[in-house]
């Protein structure tokens, strides 16, 4: 059960390793958290986040999860609520960037990486809800990314991941609406972290900690969307409606 | 019988903070019991709901069943010779009041509120302003019929289960609902209090005037100025009084001495976007408070809800503090351990976060409850904007120092601290707890209060 300052007490991190997710609860970390639940592709190899979170008087543990074994995504969330109870928090935070030169000339990795940004965000998202449904409160926060609002040439295949994404999210926190849970959400702009390492810096680049911060204020304020830094909310709603050839021709790398 | 109704609702306290859903059924003493056989789930359980104002999540449950009961204070029973009422657990003490004042007698305890259940004033062992002398609520308890988790019926008082009657008693409603309790009344004379007024300079000042006169007082309590600083922390209103003798009334009102009329003045509209409660509202209050006060007034005739009740004059006051709602932190300090409150009032006064309402209180002996909050020690109550930056970490640093002290939380107001702190206040929780699982061995009684604090076992 969250507290009255919307301090959580159990947060469950899908993409355990994810720079931005793991500055999520680094946030949310108050003395009121017992239990987080980092849920990683190679769980043996999350003592580096576990020592990041340095959260001290909660349990961490990491937990097995592959986005793209779909079929196993409700018994992962029941096992988590058997362990740990009630989840306050759930940050799906997990995604592969890829590049699109290589999506460019195999398809098969095209499709891999939309299995696990849209297909396994939707499976496991659905399975959070009902969890969340069931137990009349808690918060799913998704990861969407701004690639999603305009989909540009150079990265079409993450931002198309992206935008189902951030259509599926905005559709399931609708039919979350009286249910007691609800989800938040948040379209980051380019962000320095291990994803991005070695990438040129987009304009309005912003990091982990002040994703974190806006999530933060978010949840706190009740909000359904959220952008990071706030200002891209004006810059894409200028994209959305510029016509195709103008925006084609942007220097937007 | 009519059909129940069960609907999905969006349940807070009367803080504002912190929201489930539950499903949602009104229910009175006859329909309680085949409503929670017929819709409990094994899953979330269920939680006997009363008027919600306990401030945090005591009366939630989150996915489960929450059964809202409500009674008739028509149907009491007065024992005019024993002093005793028996009534619904549904039953406002509002309500009651509206009945017994009239018949010459007044409840054995009440709250800073009126909008009480008996079954909520019960789960709570609520306490008031007679505490010194007279005790919580459930001292004045002399039976109760409790709704099992199995959905039978028992009768407990001090000698018939008297585990399973003191574990109800402050129990948070988690060990059964109380379908009917028969409480002492005291009797009264008139429906007027008798009042007298103080002022206090500071901290140092107000202790020692408690310490020193409240025992020649039935009910007494201590109104401090949070936003002084220096050499006025901790200046108060100290307001002591007693219930007013017939010969003590002007001799035009007596034909009317036991008239009671108790309203609502004005209410705070549905929508207020934002705090109408900051830093410099709470400020000037506080001043102004202060200054209308006497110096000293003795014998001040003032009705019972001016004198018990004055917040509720205002309906849904609660909306004041705007969509991030309030927190009310309510401690309790042992005598000797005056230095642990002196330290949690300079570090609040200090801090910048303002309390509307902050409330000293000296109390006297514990009852035999588990959970029962009061104990021998100071009480202090604060109100405060939830959204106020830095508040959770405050109070999360005084909860040490109140801990240390060998205080506790207060959990009937409890909406932001942890299992451990409440292990700590409470060190017969585990002897609650075996009494408990004895009585509902399947976890039927559940509440986000008990989820959050671990109560459950």
New interface residues.
């Given amino acids: ?7 959580p ?1 159990t947060i469950l991190l899908l993409g355990g390793t994810s720079d931005i997710g793991l500055a999520i609860v680094r946030r949310l970390a ?3 958290l ?1 239990h987080v639940v980092l849920a990683c592709r190679e769980p043996d190899s999350a003592a580096a986040s576990i020592a990041a979170l340095g959260a001290d008087g909660a349990d961490v543990r990491a937990v097995a999860f592959d986005a793209t074994d779909t079929a196993g995504h409700a018994a992962l969330i029941e096992s988590v609520v058997a362990d740990v ?2 989840l306050d928090v759930v940050i799906s935070a997990f995604g592969v960037l890829g590049s699109q030169s290589e999506f460019d000339h195999d398809p098969g990795a095209a499709a891999a990486a939309v299995t696990v940004n849209y297909t396994g965000a939707v499976s496991s998202g659905l399975a959070v809800a009902a969890q969340l ?5 808690g918060h799913l926060v998704f990861l969407s990314s701004v690639a999603g609002e305009r989909v540009r040439a150079s990265n079409f295949v993450y931002g198309s991941s992206k935008a189902g994404l951030d259509g599926f999210a905005q559709g399931l926190g609708d039919s979350l609406v ?4 609800s989800v938040l959400v948040v379209r980051p702009g380019f962000v320095k972290s291990s994803m991005t390492e070695g990438m040129k810096a987009a304009p309005f680049s912003t990091t982990p900690e002040a994703v974190a911060d806006v999530v933060a204020t978010g949840l ?3 909000r359904r969307t959220v952008w990071a830094p706030g200002i891209l909310r004006f810059v894409f709603m200028t994209f959305r409606h510029l016509p195709g050839a103008v925006f084609r021709r942007l220097p937007l790398g | 019988m009519a059909e129940q109704r069960t609907r ?1 609702a ?1 349940l807070t306290g009367w ?1 504002r ?6 499903d949602l059924v009104d229910v009175d003493a006859d329909t309680v019991a085949s409503t929670l056989k017929a819709e409990v789930t094994a ?2 359980g269920a939680l006997v709901r009363g008027l919600g104002r306990s401030y ?2 005591a009366a939630q ?4 069943l929450v059964l809202r009961l409500s009674g008739l204070a028509a149907d009491a029973v007065i024992d005019e010779a024993r002093h005793e009422v028996t009534v619904g657990g549904g039953v406002s003490i509002d309500e009651l009041l509206r009945v017994v004042v009239p018949r010459g007698f007044f409840v054995p305890v009440t709250a800073g509120t009126r909008f009480v259940t008996i079954g909520g004033a019960i789960a709570s062992d609520i306490h008031g302003k007679n505490h010194h002398g007279e005790g919580s609520f459930g001292n004045h308890v002399r039976e109760m019929t409790l709704l099992l988790a199995d959905g039978s019926t028992t009768v407990v008082s001090p000698t018939a289960r008297p585990e399973l009657f003191w574990a109800t008693i402050g129990g948070m409603g988690l060990t059964g609902i109380v379908l009917e309790a028969t409480i002492h009344v005291w009797p009264v004379e008139t429906s007027r209090c008798i009042v007298d007024t103080q002022q206090a300079k500071n901290l140092d000042d107000i202790l020692s005037l408690m310490e020193e006169g409240d025992h020649r007082y039935r009910y007494a309590v201590a109104w401090i100025d949070l936003m002084a600083k220096g050499r006025h922390l901790g200046r108060s209103i100290l307001s002591r009084g007693d219930h007013a003798r017939l010969d003590q009334l002007p001799e035009r009102d007596r034909p009317s001495a036991l008239d009671y009329h108790a309203g609502v003045i004005a209410s705070v509209p549905p929508i207020v976007p934002m705090s109408a409660m900051n830093r410099a509202t709470i400020k000037v209050f506080n001043e102004l408070w202060f200054r209308k006060s006497p110096k000293h007034r003795d014998g001040e005739l003032q009705t019972i809800p001016q004198y018990f009740h004055p917040l509720d004059m205002v309906g849904a006051w609660n909306r004041m503090y705007g ?3 309030f ?1 009310q932190y309510q401690i309790l300090v042992p005598f000797g351990e005056e230095h642990a409150l002196r330290q949690v009032i300079e570090r609040l006064a200090g801090s910048g976060a303002a309390s509307f309402v902050t409330v000293l209180k000296r109390f006297g002996a514990a009852n035999q409850a588990p959970l029962s909050f009061p104990a021998p020690g100071w009480t202090l109550t604060l109100d405060i904007p ?1 959204g106020t930056h830095g ?3 405050m109070l ?1 640093e005084l909860d040490h120092v109140v801990l240390d002290a060998g205080g506790r939380h207060y959990m009937a107001k409890d ?5 451990d702190a409440i292990r700590r206040g409470y060190p017969r929780l585990a002897e609650w707890q075996a009494v408990r699982n004895s009585v509902d061995p399947d976890g039927v009684w559940q509440s ?2 008990g ?2 604090l671990g109560l459950l076992g």
């Fill in positions: 059960m969250q507290n009255s300052f919307g301090e007490q108050s003395p009121t017992r109870g009630d449904r069931a137990q009349g409160h009286g249910s007691g849970a706190r304020s009740g | 999905r969006r803080g903070t912190a929201p489930s859903a539950a899953a979330r945090g999540d449950n989150g996915g489960g969509p991030h709602g927190v939830a508040l959770s970490a999360h909406s932001h601290t942890t299992p986000d209060l989820r959050r």
